[in-house]
C-alpha cells in the first residue's frame, strides 16, 4: 500500500513557541491531505483539509491562525502549532487518498505525539 | 446526520473466537465504508473496506457485512488472535473515495484477545 509519513514523531516543546510537523506522501502525490487531531482514548478528529496550491480547509471549531497548514508540493504538507499551550498537547496525524488497483483508499502517516510544558 | 455510531466501546474476546464490532449511519449519502486499526502510539492501518453495491466482503480472518437498508455495517474477526488486541474505527464518507472527501469516524472499540 501508499506509504505516508511524519516527522518529527515526537516533540516536547515549551509553552508560547511554535512547532512545525511535516507530513509526506512517500510514493505517491497527494493533491489533498487531512489533519486530524486524537487525544487519549478517543476518535479521530479531523482539523483540516489541506490543498496543493490553495488554502486548507478548516473543520468548524478549529483556530485557522493557530495551526497554521501549508500545503507547498504534491508530496508534502506541513502543520505548525503556533504559540502552543499545554492543551494543545495531542497525537497529531495526517492523511491521503491514494489510488489503488480498484478504488481509493486512505492512508495514514504514523502520528507525531506533542506535548507542550 | 453525518454521524457514524460505533459500538460496543470495549470489546474481550478469548482467543479463537469472533470479535464483531457494529457501525451505523444515517445520512445515506454515504457510500464508502473502510474499517481501520489503531495500535497505541500509531497512525490507523486500513484493515479492509467496502461499498454499498456489496453486501460482503472478505479479506483473509476479516470480514465486512453491510446492510444498506438497515444502514449498518459491522467488522468480524474470525479465530481472534491476542495480537488483534487493538482499537477498531469505523468510518464513512460521501460521494466515493478520494479527492476532497472527508472520511466521519466512530468512536472506537478497544478489543481485548485474551489467550
Known amino acids: 500500500g501508499a506509504v505516508v509519513s511524519q516527522h518529527p514523531s515526537r516533540v516536547i516543546c515549551k509553552s508560547g513557541t511554535s512547532v512545525k510537523i511535516e507530513c509526506r506522501s512517500l510514493?505517491?502525490?497527494?493533491?489533498?491531505m487531512f489533519w486530524y487531531r486524537q487525544f487519549p482514548k478517543q476518535s479521530l478528529m479531523l482539523m483540516a483539509t489541506s490543498n496543493e496550491g490553495s488554502k486548507a480547509t478548516y473543520e468548524q471549531g478549529v483556530e485557522k491562525d493557530k495551526f497554521l497548514i501549508n500545503h507547498a508540493s504534491l508530496t508534502l504538507s506541513t502543520l505548525t502549532v503556533t504559540s502552543a499551550h499545554p492543551e494543545d498537547s495531542s497525537f497529531y496525524i495526517c492523511?491521503?487518498?491514494?489510488?489503488?488497483?480498484?478504488?481509493?483508499?486512505?492512508?495514514f502517516g504514523p502520528g507525531t505525539r506533542l506535548t507542550v510544558t | 446526520q453525518q454521524q457514524v455510531k460505533q459500538s460496543p466501546q470495549s470489546l474481550i474476546v478469548q482467543k479463537g473466537g469472533i470479535s464483531i464490532i457494529n457501525c451505523a449511519y444515517e445520512n445515506t449519502a454515504f457510500d464508502y465504508f473502510p474499517w481501520y486499526q489503531q495500535f497505541p502510539g500509531k497512525g490507523p492501518a486500513l484493515l479492509i473496506a467496502?461499498?454499498?453495491?456489496?453486501s460482503e466482503k472478505k479479506e483473509g480472518r476479516f470480514t465486512i457485512s453491510f446492510n444498506k437498508s438497515a444502514k449498518q455495517f459491522s467488522l468480524h474477526i474470525m479465530d481472534s488472535q491476542p495480537g488483534d488486541s487493538a482499537t477498531y474505527f469505523c468510518?464513512?464518507?460521501?460521494?466515493?473515495?478520494?479527492?476532497?472527501?472527508?472520511?466521519?469516524f466512530g468512536a472506537g472499540t478497544r478489543l481485548a484477545v485474551h489467550p
Open positions: 467496502i461499498r454499498p453495491d456489496v
Open positions: 468510518a464513512a464518507s460521501a460521494g466515493g473515495a478520494g479527492g476532497y472527501n472527508k472520511l466521519i
Open positions: 492523511s491521503a487518498w491514494a489510488r489503488t488497483s480498484d478504488d481509493y483508499e486512505q492512508y
Open positions: 510514493d505517491f502525490q497527494a493533491t489533498t
